[in-house]
Structure formats: C-alpha cells, structure tokens
C-alpha cells in the first residue's frame, strides 16, 4: 500500500495484522483430529465403550479449537459470542438428556 | 475494478468493527447463532433417541460408507479454510484476494452439496428413505437440514461476491463478509458433530 494510506498502517501497526500462521495450524489440528476420529472406527479393532469416548473427545477438541482460531472467539471483546453459545449449550445438554431419558428408561 | 479504489478513504484494518452498526450485527449474529446451537441440538437429540428405532428398514451400519463421510468432511473443511482466507485477506483489503477465496469457499460449498444429494440418491435405492423408520426421519432431518444451511450459506455468499463487485468493500459491506464467514464456520463445526455422532457412532452400533 502506498504511503497516502498512513491512517490504514497506522490502524494495521496497532491491531498487528494477523498472520495466516494460526489458523493453518488450526486446519492441521482439525484435520488431525478427524483422521484419529476416522482411523479409530475404520480399524474397529477397538471396544465400543472406548470408541465412543474417543470419537466424543477428538469432536469436543476440534470445535473448540475451530470457535476459538476460526470464529475468533479467542479474541478480546468476545464475553457475548461466549454467552451466547454457552446459553444455547445448555439448552443442547437438558434436551439431549431428556430425550434419551424419555425413550430408553 | 483496482483491488485498491476502495483504500482510498481510511478503511480501518478491521473494516467489519468500525462502525456501531456493523458491532451490532456481529453480536446479533452471535446470539442468532445461539439459537441455531439449540435448534440442531434438538434435532440431534430426536436422533439420538431414536437411532436403534429401525423397524424393518436398514441399520445404520448397514448403509453409511466412511469414505463418502469422509470425503464430505475434508471438503468442508477446506471450504472453512477458504473462508478464513477470505477474511484475513479482507482485514489486508486485499479485495480481489478476498473475492477469490470466497468463490473457492462456495465451490467447495456445492461440491459438498453434490455429495450429499449422491449419497441420499444412494440410500434411497437401499430401501433407507424418510418414512421408513423412526430412524431414517430423524436422520435425514438432522442432516437435511445441515445440508439446506450449506445451500443456504452457498447462496448467501454467491450473493455477497456480486455485492462486493458491485458496490467494493466498505464498512457495510466488510460486516456482511465477516458474519457471513462465522456462519460458515459454524456449518462446519455442526458437521463435526454430524461424523463424529451420526456416521461414526452408527458404523460403530
């Protein structure tokens, strides 16, 4: 950029632009997880009960290290995202709860 | 159109939070997206609840393929890859970048699209369509309407592209593109709820 844009370098010093460095180790960690996850099923070498804890895991991992680098929740000014996401976590949890408790006892 | 013409005035480095308004939208998105993790989470729960109800259709086990799954997976995932792209290279103003990143971002976004009208087409001729069990309805529920967010996204972003040639990127616009890529990372992260509970924990029983 040219130097008529001294305002815009000035912003871009402060903020200090974000390199692309983050993010593709978040893409390598996701991709990571998945293989683990898919790996895990397609060798069924492994008992049921494990698996399940396995693929759970390697899924609560890679979303939040997605929410966190991708969706920047990580980021300063973010209490409200977080707020947000956590209120409709919770609904999330009562439901799946009480409909398996419903169906299955 | 110059990539620059736009960094004319004082485009902010973050152009989405300079302005209240677009402040506004970003944390009204939030909170929309709030309500999306509540909506998906009921559907996950139907499933959840009714995934061993198969009547006389096939088992789970019996009709999912890891390789399409996988396949889907890695192509939305990229997709999420083409969007964050899209955004750093708007932070840069770097629009023609931007625009680029944004278009591979909706290719990707039809590909996965492609795939899964191929793999319902797929079920269908197993015997594994909506009205066959308690099963199959909450299945192609929960994932039909992940795929009618990825249509939705897709179109949303096709319409954004030809806004930003039309009108460049301005502290209107940015905002746009911004919530637009948090949509599509949420996508992304629903999916992989979708693998992990939907065809991994059914290939597993």
Redesign the interface.
């Known amino acids: 950029m040219s130097s008529n844009h001294s305002v815009t370098e000035g912003e871009a010093r402060r903020h200090k632009v974000e390199g692309p460095r983050k993010h593709i180790v978040a893409f390598i960690l996701s991709l990571a997880l998945t293989l683990i996850a898919f790996a895990t099923v397609a060798s069924g070498e492994i008992n049921t009960q494990f698996t399940y804890i396995i693929l759970v895991g390697m899924a609560l991992v890679q979303v939040f290290v997605q929410m966190a680098f991708w969706m920047h929740m990580k980021d300063r000014g973010h209490l409200f995202p977080i707020i947000a996401i956590i209120s409709g976590v919770v609904v999330v949890f009562t439901m799946v709860i009480m409909a398996l408790y419903w169906v299955w006892w | 159109m110059s990539a ?1 013409h736009h ?1 004319e005035g ?5 152009p989405e939070r300079a302005t209240m308004e677009g402040r506004n939208k970003i ?1 009204g998105f ?2 929309f ?6 909506l ?3 559907l ?3 499933y ?3 995934r061993h109800n198969i009547g006389d259709g096939p088992a789970a086990s019996e009709i999912f393929e ?1 390789s399409t ?2 396949i889907a ?2 192509i939305l ?1 990229f997709s ?2 083409m ?3 899209a955004v ?1 290279a708007m ?3 770097k629009v023609k970048a931007m625009i680029g990143w944004l278009i591979a971002t909706v290719v990707l976004g039809l590909c996965f699209l492609g795939l899964e009208i191929f793999e319902f087409n797929a079920y269908v001729g197993e015997g594994h369509r909506m009205p066959t069990s308690a099963f199959s309805s909450s299945f192609y529920t929960l994932v039909g309407f992940h795929g009618a967010h990825v249509a939705f996204g897709v179109l949303w972003i096709t319409l954004l592209i030809l806004q930003i040639l039309k009108k460049g990127l301005t502290v209107v616009t940015a905002p746009k593109i911004y919530v637009s890529a ?1 949509y599509w ?2 996508i ?2 629903v999916w ?2 979708i ?3 939907v065809y ?2 059914g ?3």
């Not at chain 2, 004082?10 to 973050?14: I, N, W």
């Not at chain 2, 997206?33 to 509540?38: F, M, N, P, R």
């Open positions: 620059h960094v004082q485009l902010p480095h973050e944390l939030w909170i997206l709030g309500a999306e993790t509540v998906f989470g009921t996950f729960s139907a959840l609840a009714l890891l799954t996988f997976t890695m995932l999420s890859l969007s964050v792209f750093q932070h840069q103003h948090i990372h949420f992304d992260v992989v709820f693998f992990t509970v991994l924990m290939k597993v029983g």
